[in-house]
Every structure is written in C-alpha cells, then in structure tokens.
C-alpha cells in the first residue's frame, strides 16, 4: 500500500514573521467567513431610514429586460454608497467586496448562501446610463432629501456656496485648464447648510462661476426649496465670486438674504483710508504693540454695473504683518458691523470642513469618467455617502466628540472592525472584537437611529 498524499495547504503562511516569546508566529488568511468591516451594520440601518439609494434609482429608468436583472437599480446605488462610505472610493473594488459577508448583508443578502454582489463592470455601466434630464431629476431627489432631514418645518435656513478645484487626468468633458492651479480639472459648486447638510454639488468646469451662472442653480436649488417651504426664509452666503449683480438683483427680487465677500477696490478704499491709518497708529501706540487691532466701518456705495447701491461693510485689522482690510456687502437692514461680519459672514469657514470630507474623505474628485454626466452622477454618489455619514453623526449626542468627528476617524474607529458571520437555520450570528474601544457609542448610536428624520 502506498503512503499517504501529502496535505495540502488552501492558503500559504504569511513570511518574516518574528517570533514571540520564543515561539514561532503562523499566519494565514484562512479564518473564514470575516469581514474587516463590521461598522457598516450603523450605515446600513442609517441607509434604510434615509433611503438614499432609492431615492437616487428611482429617478432612472432602467433598460434592462425585466426577467434578466440579477441587479437591481437602487441595490447597485447602495453597494457604490456604503463602498464609498468604508474607504473603497473606486468601482474597480467591487469586485473585491461582492462576495464580502457584511456587504452582502447591507444589501438584505444571506451572508454565506446569498448570491453575489455586483462586479465593476455592472456599476461602470450604471454610471454611465443617466442623461442630463435624470441628473435634474436626481438633484431634485437630493433637494427632497434635504427638506426630509427635517423634523419640522424650519423658519429660516442659512445656505453656504463654495466651488473646489478637482484636478483631472485625461480627456474629460467639461475639463479646463486653470492657470491658479496650474492644471486641467473641474470646480465643482458646493451647497451646504449651517447644519452640515449637503443640499446639492453641480460638476462645472475650472474657471470662476460667472453671475448668470450663479443665479441658474440658485433659481433650481431655491425654488424647489420655496416648492416644499413657500415661507422660510432663506439666507445665502458666499465668497467673493458669488458677489455678482446677477446674484444680489435676484436675491433682492425674491426676498432672499445674502452676505457675500467683496472684492476691493480703489473705490472702496477710499472710504476706509481714513480709519486704516488711524487702525494703524493706534497699534503701533500700543505697549507692547503685539496682537491685532480690528475695527469696522459700514458704508452705502455701488459698482458701475449695480442697479443700485449696498450696504457695504469693511473690516480694518492692523497686526505684526500690516493692515489687512476685508469687505463684505449684505441686504440685510439690522446687525451691527462687527457682528454681521464675525457672527454672520466668519461663520462660513466651517464649510471648508465639510469640502475636505467630501472631497478628500469620500473621495468625490474620483470624477475619472470620460463623461460628464457620468462624472456628475459620481459627483452625487459621493454626495449620498456624505449623507450616510452625516446621518449617523446626527444621532450621536449633541455634544459628543462623534458629532464633529471627521469622516476618516469615524471610518476608522467605526467601520472598521473585524466581524466573524456565521449563517444559521433561523438566524445570523455576528461577533465582533471583544476589545473593541467604541462599543459604548456602537450601542448608543444604533438604539437613537429610530429617531432619525427621514
């Protein structure tokens, strides 16, 4: 009788492990059905109270034959979203994670006997099938969504727009070059509330948004606001590129309220000569003469091209560095000038944050596609991500650290952690690291997510 085969090994060990306490370390990917992202089980019941994902497929009309779909619509939406959400930004890495237990759940599918995830083919091909007119449509939904977020109607909202230069590799519709930047890309507009909410992000080329420009997306982002709240009242904030007559005329014929940066000028820097030279003996008077000096003067003045004149607010702040002098320019009638500016117009930096979140933590400038419908439809894939993020922070504590945490510490703290599934006869059994450091806000997060609006 011969011997016996020599077994043979699924899975090598891991090389060059040292050892420990005298004895040898063997490593091998054979632990079975585990996922290293445990955290999307938050993402999933957050997904199903905002239902993001539907809201997006249902503005598409699917061209497949009905009896042939192994994929649905609003299923490959929600395997892109929460892929987004864990790190895995590009759509070649569906085909990594379709057979991954904790995806598969967050898609109602059996961890172990349910089918497949879709691959990177099928999602290429999604992101390639709106047109423009489901591209509207889809900013419509995300606008709707916005209203939803809302417990109650509110009485007034302010709205902050910025654009983000988004580099480019190819030869991408819509591409331009930017000579600040110095390369090809897109500047994407931005809208997003005091909240954190993200009301909508338009694909654009890379050069600054003219006035007519402006007034387009205001006159679709507002108006279907005023559709679902015909008496809130609305105030928008904006750097200097958003100071056009377009924009304030139609602020001002449609009773919105605005605050924008301004430009200088010659002009206006003859209003404030006066008190930037007395700013700046008065610091150098000082004893000793360190920190800034700030003060504030407001003025009615007008461009050529306004229909009429505005009041204007300047600030004058001498420091080690010399006099620096901002302007703003606003319709509002009350406010004193040091508040409109610190209180009102300051507090727009926070919407650098919420950019760099989506931008650069869910990855939005992956706008790799060759069309720009396509991109812009990336563009709003990112954006429903960016709302699954904010859902779950939205039901931590008021004051919690998890409130103002950024997107990759939550990812990191949150969304990644072992979990081992195991698929029973009338149950699914998840285990996740008994050491796990955040288990307390896990429990308290799940047990408030019923509360959320949606």
Not at 19 to 42: H, I, P, T, W
Not at 158 to 185: I, K, W
Not at 359 to 388: E, I, M, P, V
Request: glycine residues 6%; hydrophobic residues 40%.
């Amino acid at each position: 009788m011969g011997a016996m085969p020599a077994m043979v090994e699924d899975t090598r060990f891991l090389p060059g492990l040292s050892s420990v306490g005298g004895k040898s370390v063997e490593a091998r990917f054979d632990g079975g059905r585990l996922s290293s992202d445990g955290g999307l089980l938050l993402f999933r019941e957050v997904e199903q109270r905002l239902r993001v994902s539907d809201r997006l497929a249902g503005c598409l009309r699917d061209p497949r034959m009905p009896e042939m779909i192994a994929h649905r619509l609003d299923e490959i939406i929600r395997f892109r979203v929460l892929a987004i959400v864990a790190g895995y930004e590009d759509g070649n890495d569906c085909n990594a994670l379709r057979g991954d237990p904790m995806f598969k759940m967050a898609l109602d599918r059996l961890p172990v006997s349910g089918d497949a995830l879709c691959s990177q083919s099928t999602v290429s091909r999604l992101e390639n099938l709106p047109r423009r007119a489901d591209l509207y449509r889809m900013a419509a939904a995300l606008v709707d969504l916005y209203c939803d977020s809302f417990a109650q109607v509110p009485s007034h909202i302010t709205l902050d727009l910025d654009d983000t230069f988004d580099r480019v590799h190819g030869g991408q519709q819509l591409s331009l070059f930017n000579a600040y930047y110095d390369d090809y890309g897109f500047q994407p507009i931005h809208i997003f509330d005091t909240s954190g909410r993200l009301v909508t992000s338009v694909l654009r080329p890379a050069r600054r948004p003219s006035g007519s420009e402006i007034r387009t997306l205001l006159k679709r982002v507002i108006g279907h606001l005023r559709e679902r709240w015909p008496r809130v009242r609305i105030r928008l904030r904006g750097d200097s590129h958003y100071a056009c007559p377009e924009v304030m005329d139609w602020c001002e014929d449609k009773a919105v309220e605005y605050v924008f940066g301004l430009a200088g000028t010659t002009t206006l820097a003859r209003h404030v000569a006066t008190l930037q030279a007395s700013t700046a003996a008065r610091h150098a008077a000082r004893q000793p003469a360190i920190g800034k000096l700030r003060r504030y003067k407001e003025f009615w003045d007008g461009a050529a091209s306004w229909r009429r004149v505005r009041r204007i607010v300047a600030r004058v702040e001498a420091g080690p560095d010399g006099v620096d002098v901002r302007y703003i320019v606003t319709n509002l009638a009350a406010g004193q000038p040091a508040a409109l500016y610190e209180r009102l117009y300051c507090q727009r930096g926070r919407m650098e944050n919420l950019i760099k979140a989506h931008k650069t933590h869910l990855a939005s400038d992956r706008t790799s596609c060759s069309s720009a419908c396509a991109n812009q439809f990336r563009l709003f894939l990112h954006g429903a991500a960016y709302w699954l993020v904010w859902g779950l922070q939205s039901a931590a504590p008021k004051r919690s650290f998890w409130r103002v945490a950024q997107v990759d510490t939550i990812r990191l703290r949150l969304v990644k952690l072992a979990a081992r599934i195991v698929e029973l006869k009338s149950r699914i059994r998840i285990a996740l690291p008994t050491s796990c450091p955040d288990q307390a806000i896990l429990r308290l997060i799940l047990c408030r997510l019923p509360r959320l609006v949606c």
